[in-house]
């Protein structure tokens, strides 16, 4: 009898396994974090948070977990198995990344920040800058601001595109860019023009 149970189970949970369909969440707060971690740097030069440490205080459980039925237990084997990649996580540490983030952060602080000083550049409400007032530069130095500009949309287009491929998910680059907009938006100093949801200039 216990044979033929263990039987049914087996049956059961590999047809189980089958018809499982886990939803993969696009870990919004793991996403905020990083683009406030990497924007921070970028912009201000602020150390990333560190992880806080494990409360190294809290009591040992004295008493041992309940025993788990066979069922749940052959469903631990076979379903996270199946599934252990689809679990939501942001993996934002990649030398692609890294190498994206040392170039962004050496063109705001050799060019960029002085732009968005002068209200000639703006950041747009897609996570991207865009000349705003050409006007406010000299007219040769518009040129190279130009060009400052295309670079900068180049890394930023990268960097979306990465965390994503990084994470095995391309189908999270546009709420990783969306993440990321509204965040440099909210990093932006004091004086600086964003665009607003309508696309509007607004200086903040």
């Given at each position: 009898m216990r044979k033929l149970t263990c039987i049914v189970l087996t049956m059961l949970a590999i047809a189980l396994v089958g018809c499982v369909t886990i939803n993969v969440y696009f870990p919004e707060a793991?996403?905020?974090k990083a683009a406030d971690q990497f924007i921070g740097t970028v912009l201000d030069g602020s150390a990333p948070k560190a992880p806080p440490a494990t409360d190294k205080s809290a009591p040992a459980r004295d008493t041992p977990p309940p025993a788990r039925q066979p069922s749940a237990m052959l469903l631990d084997l076979l379903v996270p198995a199946a599934y252990a990649d689809d679990v939501p996580n942001l993996r934002v540490q990649t030398p692609a990344v890294q190498?994206?983030?040392?170039?962004?952060q050496a063109r705001f602080q050799n060019s960029l920040q002085a732009l968005l000083d002068s209200g000639a550049v703006g950041f747009t409400r897609?996570?991207?800058v865009a000349m705003r007032d050409a006007a406010k530069l000299p007219l040769s130095e518009r040129a190279q601001a130009s060009a400052t500009v295309a670079d900068e949309n180049r890394d930023r287009s990268a960097l979306y595109r990465e965390i994503a491929n990084a994470n095995n998910h391309p189908e999270w680059e546009a709420q990783i860019r969306a993440t990321f907009?509204?965040?440099?938006i909210d990093?932006?100093?004091a004086g600086w023009?964003?665009?607003n949801a309508s696309g509007a200039w607004q200086r903040k």
């Open positions: 793991a996403a905020q190498a994206i983030h040392d170039r962004m897609d996570g991207m907009a509204q965040t440099w990093h932006a100093h023009y964003y665009q």
